[in-house]
């Protein structure tokens, strides 16, 4: 139930619009890892200097942008459509939805 739970939380926050979002969903990096891969096919795609790991489903599909905590949780930073490899900050700024 736990992570039914886990999954509905990030789907419901994926759903909105990423400027309406009033904090990040944070959840264990297991279930983030989890639920990205299994509902929407999202792999590592893109490490930053701060850390962060872009998630994305492909190109020209959906990604996600997700921070690691020290304690093992993970939060979503922001997420789109469209991904391109050579998206910097401003292109996915630019591209949210």
Do not use: R
Not at 8 to 23: E, R, V, Y
Not at 70 to 85: E, F, I, K, R, V
Request: charged share 20%.
């Amino acid at each position: 139930m736990n992570k039914l739970f886990a999954t509905a939380l990030i789907l419901t926050s994926m759903a909105a619009p990423a400027q309406a979002q009033d904090s990040d969903v944070c959840m264990a990096t297991s279930e983030m890892e989890a639920s990205l891969l299994d509902w929407y096919g999202e792999k590592p795609a893109q490490h930053k200097e701060d850390g962060s790991i872009v998630w994305a489903s492909g190109i020209g599909g959906t990604w996600t942008v997700v921070s690691y905590e020290p304690d093992g949780m993970s939060c979503t930073l922001a997420q789109g459509d469209n991904w391109s490899p050579d998206m910097d900050g401003d292109k996915m700024i630019a591209s949210l939805n």
